[in-house]
Every structure is written in C-alpha cells, then in structure tokens.
C-alpha cells in the first residue's frame, strides 16, 4: 500500500514537472526569451564555417575628402579591376550627392561604363566583356503637410544611369547587432538580392520577404587573424601593379573602410554572433556585412529558422519527457542526465546548422527546460524519498519478519528493496517448482520409534537441504512433513529460474541425504516450470504465502514417479529446454499423468556434463524410447533388456519398468504412459 502511494506521488509530480518545464520552455520561447533564443543561433558560430567558394573580395576605400569618401579615384579603381577581369563591382556606398566637380562624376560614370562593356546609351559593345556595376541607396524618413513616411535615397542621376541597377542597403536593427539577411522592403528589394539575382543565383522573387539569416564564413579580422574574405585597400592598390588573378571573375564589393568616417558604432559597424563570446574582436564593416549577404544568396547557404509550430512542438515534447523523467532519478544521476541533455542539444544544434542550414532554438531546451526539470526533479525526489522513508522501513520490516524464514539472507535484502504487497491475492508468474520426498520415511519413522530422535534428525536434514535451495536463490514455500515445496521466479521474478532450480537439485541430491540407524535415505526430486498464481493466501486471520496452479501439481507428480522409476531427479521438458547444455540428461519417456489431458515430456538428470559423448546405455535407451513412440515394443523390449542388463549391479529403474509394462501387455500407443494413479 506504501509503495503504490509512493508511486502515485512520484507520477503526480512527474505531471506537474511536464507542466512546469513545458510553460518554461513557452514562456522562453516570447519576446521575455529573445536573447536565450538567439544564443541558439550565435552559439553554433563558435566553431561553425561554412563551405563557401572563393569568389568575393572586398575593397576598403581609404581616402578622404574632407569629411567625405574621396570619389576622384573611383575611375581609376573601377578601371584597373576591370583591366583584372573583375566579374562585378557591387558599391556599399550611397552616392546621394553630385560631387563639386561634375567632371568627377562624368569620369566615374564613363569608367561604369567601360566596366560593363557599354556605350553611353548603354548598348553592349562588340568584343566587349559583360559585366555588372551595382549601386547603393538608402532610406529616409519624411514629415510633409501632415503625411509620414518612407522614401529612398537613390544615387545622383549621372552615376545611376551608368550602372546596371541600385538597391537597399540600410540594415534596420536597433541594437546594431547583425543576424539577419537583408533582402530590402516590400517595395524594393536589396542591392545585394539585385545583384545575386544578376549574377545567376536562383532566387524567387515571390519569396524574397521570407525571413533568412546571415550563414557568418568567419569573425571580423583583427590584426592577427585572416580574415574570411580577402579584403584589399583601394589606395594600395592604386599605387602599385598587382596579380590580376587576384581578382579574375571575382565578385568585388567596395565601401569604407571601418570607422573612417563617423561615430564607430551606429552608422556602419556592427556586432555578430563572435562578439557575444569573442569581445576583444573589432566589430563587423557594413561592407563584409553586405559581402556575407551576397555570399549566402549566390551559395544558396544561408540559414533557416525553424517554424513556430515545430518549436512550440519541441518545447512540449522536450518537457514531458524531461519534466517527467528526471523526477525518477536520485539527485546525482539526475545532473549527469542533464549535462548530457545540454551536450546532446547543442551538438544537434550544430549539426542543423552546419548540415541542413537550419537553426533551431535548442538553447531553451538546454538552458530553461532542463535546469527547471532537473531542480523539479532533485526536490520532487529528495521530498518523495524523505517523506515515504519511514513508512517505506516499516514496511521492509514487515516484509523480513515474512520472508525470513523462506528465504536466503541475499534474496531477502532484494526483496526489502524492491518491494512486496502483503495484501491478500496473488498474481500470475512463470517460475520454477521444486518437490522433494524422503525415500521409505514412513518405514523408518515405525522402525526408530522415538518422535523426537526423527524430529531432531529431521530438522538437522532440513537445515541442510534448505541451504541447497537457498545457495541457488530459491524460496521454500512450505515443510509437508518429511517433503519440501520450493520455488524460483517468485515473489522475485528471475529469468534464470529454471536453471537454478536444477543446479539446486543436483547439490541436494548428492549432499543433503539422511542418514539414520546406518540407513542412508535417498532424496526423490520433481522439477517443473510453469504459470502459476503465487501470493498471500488464505483469510484475513491466517495467510500463507504459495503457489497455485495445474504447474505445481505437475511438479509434485513428477516427484511421485520417481518411485515407480527407482530414480532420484525428474523434470519436464519445459525444465529441460533451459539446461543450455550444463547437465546431461535422458529422456525418460512420455507420460500422461492422472487429471491432464496433455502427455508431458519427463527427462532424469544424470548429473552436470563432464564427456562430450553420451554414454552408450543411454544411446540404447532413447532407441528402445524412439521403438516404443513407433510402437514397435518387440525392438523396445530388447533394447530395454540391454540396458538392464548393461547397468549391473542395480540395473536401471526405468528400463525395469517398462519391461514388465510390456510383458503385462499394457497399451502404451504412440509410446505414452497413461499414469492411473497420482
């Protein structure tokens, strides 16, 4: 009763540890989990780098003009990477205003225009290779007669009718923390969509506005580091030559180098995923920023966050199993599980990343779900075992001041651990049988004459054969006078029962006879395994703890024949098929024992295997059994006659018993003995 109460205390909590770990894990899983949720994305970056071919490179302007970029050597550049075979220029800069010179303007759009291998009405010119000029713009904020809204900040006319097309570049993040792809707004997409869309990729425009994030190929360089695409300055590479291989049909994206103009954080640098576990690196140039985008976008390769609904999926799944499953371990167990449940979810993590481009938010699972699960679950368990302790002792004592004399001290103690319901009834189970009989007791009990010389006797044989049983993890059901009922497989399920149960007969037949008066008292054994009901039995005043059923019966059956046989050990077939060759037997023959409709199989245990062959009286034996199945009881009767024969000076009790069986011309049809009497 103790124990079911206890059970139904640990599922309670188990239940409200599901809830609670599942209403964390949603709750994480809103705008107040925001940071915990994108660590799931930063984390992976930490060692993740994705396979992406060489083909970007970046040029940092390096030159003012005043305040400005300096725009006078953008003709120059453009012209000495076209002379490289660049295969596109994409500029991270917003040329929003004419320069005081027009005349640098006019150059730099003529030098567009020879990149791209176009005339001034921008029709390509023959023997002329094609390729691409990409412009930046920009978006602003207007208050106009009472009308808010958006507009964009195109490039001056001169230079936008030179290029091949313009696009959004402003990354709209508040905290300037980088995560997301940018493919521009509803109206307009991003430069670098336009010119991934230009240079091949394959891209639906139906789809632009799903929600990609950026697939980092590395941290920002530091002065030790290199960095993930090669990045060049234009000064350095207007002053001297340079391998044009280094830029052969590669795509080549310009902007400022970091920090040169304005406030260092806000208007083109940015923090990543590294900044959040690497702080010392510098912070990321709107240029690699756009570099990656057009990396992802051409490669295809950027990462996918996975639905709602999945998450809100995994959320509820991670805490039934968790919620509920840590409540059953003992505190220690319980943290190893959970360190290995954040070492699992972090390495699936990574592997959707780096594998399916899909991120998904497991930082939940590892760092709100399990910590919530596992304190639920020490303090659920901590409470369950303290508050049941007592209760759950007093029911231990109980159960030993049961068993104790049924059982070996060993099986005792697992039996107090694992429970046992003293309550009446009893429950089915498959277990192994043992009845014994002492050989002429009744004879010797009238020629001694003095009780308490047999009690005494008795009692010292007892004590001996009980060992046997208890040596073999067996439990003695009952004393009938001078016999033993024991059993295997029950109140402890064992799978191991029926082997045991011959191991143990085998040591109480060679070890455990009685010896009285100078006459030594053979022990006769029946061995069965079967279904049986085994329980507490009886009222409410008086109970036994037993076995019932029709295997029992059978058990003590076999024990009977033995005396017929002249044999000491028999057991059933279903006995026999657990001996996994540890002991040689022979088959005795097929009976049809008195209240059973079935014949049942009986086997004598001749002892442990100690020859691989069989002895040849056995080999005779089972040919004289095979000629009495096929009915041929001539051959049967001489067979049976040699092994008699063969056996001197005391013969062999079966093959004597069929012999006369067969001279009183008893039936025996298709070789089974049908036994008259129990």
Not at 235 to 249: G, I, M, V, Y
Not at 399 to 426: C, H, V, W
């Amino acid at each position: 009763m103790v124990r079911r109460t206890e059970r139904g205390t640990r599922i309670v909590a188990a239940f409200v540890g599901s809830l609670l770990t599942i209403f964390v894990g949603y709750i994480a899983l809103t705008r107040a989990g925001k940071s915990l949720v994108l660590a799931s994305y930063d984390i992976p970056f930490v060692i993740h780098r994705p396979d992406t071919k060489d083909q970007l490179r970046i040029v940092y302007l390096d030159q003012l003009d005043g305040e400005s970029l300096d725009r006078r050597p953008q003709a120059k550049l453009l012209d000495k990477l076209g002379q490289a075979g660049a295969k596109a220029v994409v500029y991270d800069l917003i040329f929003d205003q004419p320069s005081k010179d027009p005349q640098i303007d006019a150059d730099f759009a003529a030098a567009m225009r020879r990149f791209r291998g176009v005339d001034a009405e921008g029709k390509p010119i023959p023997g002329m290779a094609r390729h691409f000029v990409f412009l930046a713009c920009g978006r602003e904020n207007f208050n106009s007669t009472g009308f808010a809204g958006e507009q964009l900040v195109p490039p001056v006319d001169a230079l936008l009718d030179a290029a091949d097309d313009f696009g959004i570049v402003a990354v709209n993040d508040e905290s300037y923390v980088i995560r997301k792809l940018p493919a521009g707004t509803l109206d307009e997409p991003s430069m670098i969509w336009k010119a991934a869309s230009a240079l091949g990729a394959q891209l639906d425009e139906k789809q632009r506005l799903q929600e990609r994030w950026l697939n980092f190929l590395g941290p920002p360089p530091d002065e030790k580091s290199v960095p993930a695409i090669p990045n060049f300055g234009a000064k350095a590479l207007l002053d001297r030559d340079f391998e044009s291989s280094l830029f052969r049909d590669k795509i080549v994206v310009i902007g400022g180098k970091p920090g040169i103009v304005g406030e260092a954080l806000g208007k083109d640098l940015f923090s990543t995923p590294f900044h959040r576990f690497q702080g010392k690196l510098p912070l990321m140039s709107g240029v690699e920023v756009q570099a990656t985008g057009l990396a992802n976008l051409l490669e295809g390769n950027w990462l996918t966050r996975t639905s709602h609904r999945t998450e809100v999926m995994l959320i509820v799944i991670a805490g039934l199993l968790i919620g509920a499953g840590l409540t059953f371990f003992r505190p220690f167990k319980a943290v190893l599980i959970a360190v290995a449940l954040v070492a699992a979810c972090g390495c699936a993590g990574y592997t959707l990343v780096g594998y399916q481009k899909i991120w998904v938010p497991w930082t939940i699972v590892s760092f709100a779900q399990v910590p919530v699960a596992l304190v639920w679950g020490i303090a659920a368990h901590s409470y369950v075992e303290r508050f049941f302790r007592m209760k759950i002792s007093a029911e231990q004592e109980a159960i030993r001041a049961a068993f104790a004399k049924y059982l070996s001290p060993q099986m005792l103690d697992r039996l107090t651990r694992e429970g046992f319901s003293t309550n009446l009834g009893g429950e089915k189970v498959q277990a192994a049988m043992m009845f014994t009989d002492l050989e002429s007791f009744t004879d010797m009990c009238e020629r001694v004459g003095d009780p308490e010389r047999i009690v005494e006797t008795l009692n010292d044989y007892f004590e001996r054969t009980t060992g046997s049983i208890f040596d073999h993890d067996g439990v003695v059901i009952k004393y009938i006078g001078d016999a033993i009922f024991a059993a295997w497989g029950a109140p402890i399920q064992d799978p191991e029962a029926a082997i045991k149960s011959v191991r143990a007969a085998w040591k109480l037949f060679k070890s455990d006879k009685l010896m009285i008066d100078g006459l030594e008292l053979r022990t006769r054994i029946g061995l069965h395994y079967g279904e049986v009901v085994a329980g507490n039995i009886g009222s409410t005043r008086r109970v036994d703890y037993t076995m019932i059923g029709d295997a029992v019966n059978l058990s003590a059956r076999l024990e009977g024949i033995n005396k017929m046989f002249d044999t000491s050990i028999l057991m059933s077939d279903a006995v026999h098929a657990h001996l996994n060759g540890e002991f040689r037997t022979r088959k005795v023959g097929n009976f049809r024992v008195k209240g059973r409709k079935e014949a049942v199989v009986v086997y004598e245990l001749l002892g442990p295997v100690v020859q691989e062959s069989e002895p040849e009286w056995i080999t005779l034996y089972h040919r004289a059994i095979d000629a009495l199945n096929d009915n041929d009881t001539q051959k049967a009767l001489e067979l049976f006659s040699a092994v008699e024969t063969g056996r001197e000076p005391r013969g062999d009790g079966p093959s004597r018993f069929f012999i006369k069986q067969i001279n009183a011309g008893e039936r025996m049809p298709d070789g089974v003995f049908e036994m008259k009497e129990k």
